[in-house]
T-cell receptor
Framework: QKEVEQNSGPLSVPEGAIASLNCTYSDRGSQSFFWYRQYSGKSPELIMSIYSNGDKEDGRFTAQLNKASQYVSLLIRDSQPSDSATYLCAVSFSGFQKLVFGTGTRLLVSP | ETGVTQSPTHLIKTRGQQVTLRCSSQSGHNTVSWYQQALGQGPQFIFQYYREEENGRGNFPPRFSGLQFPNYSSELNVNALELDDSALYLC?????????????FGPGTRLTVL
């Protein structure tokens, strides 16, 4: 079983819609959760971090964490074509700085 | 605030050669982590340096080694290059804490091994 799992996609949504990206993780000791955006040929860019159960909102982005279900998600409201990228979910353990990444979900937002 | 920088941007080597990649951490950060990202995959943790010492290592052979300098910059060295070492090598800097672990990536070095 992979430590961090994501649907590889592509997830296709029309411009202005809500994109929902999901991630599950296997280790219950995980403490920190991150979403990175990676454009083709570029490096990952941190867009959201979440550490406690519930929702965290930042502009058009909302991260949701459910530790009991070992599930973290990212919602992108009012999706724009510029949001088209691969979204990487990453998880780490308290006191140990290694990030474990999923393989990423490719998002395509059509005009 | 200065972001994470890496050099070189691209590199082409032949099998069996050695390579050194360099990274300067973001200002205010004291920890550098290195990751390898193969095409279509998520980044894989190689190792991390804190206070000039290795602070955790992933499942990579000893021919992958590193250094951290007093100014928190870092090097990744790979000996006896193999074809499978072709990948994007990412450096991430962070401020070491026990609770939070936000890591910020540099632009990466694309290594091609022929």
């Amino acid at each position: 079983q992979k430590e961090v799992e994501q649907n590889s996609g592509p997830l296709s949504v029309p411009e202005g819609a809500i994109a929902s990206l999901n991630c599950t993780y296997s280790d219950r000791g995980s403490q920190s959760f991150f979403w990175y955006r990676q454009y083709s040929g570029k490096s990952p860019e941190l867009i959201m971090s979440i550490y406690s159960n519930g929702d965290k909102e930042d502009g058009r982005f909302t991260a949701q964490l459910n530790k009991a279900s070992q599930y973290v998600s990212l919602l992108i409201r009012d999706s724009q074509p510029s949001d088209s990228a691969t979204y990487l979910c990453a998880v780490s353990f308290s006191g140990f700085q290694k990030l474990v990444f999923g393989t990423g979900t490719r998002l395509l937002v059509s005009p | 605030e200065t972001g994470v920088t890496q050099s070189p941007t691209h590199l082409i080597k032949t099998r069996g050669q050695q390579v050194t990649l360099r990274c300067s951490s973001q200002s205010g950060h004291n920890t550098v982590s290195w990751y390898q990202q193969a095409l279509g995959q998520g980044p894989q943790f190689i190792f991390q340096y804190y206070r000039e010492e290795e602070n955790g290592r992933g499942n990579f052979p000893p021919r992958f080694s590193g250094l951290q300098f007093p100014n928190y910059s870092s090097e990744l060295n790979v000996n006896a290059l193999e074809l499978d070492d072709s990948a994007l090598y990412l450096c991430a800097s962070s401020l070491y804490t026990n609770s939070y672990n936000e890591q910020f990536f540099g632009p990466g070095t694309r290594l091609t091994v022929l």
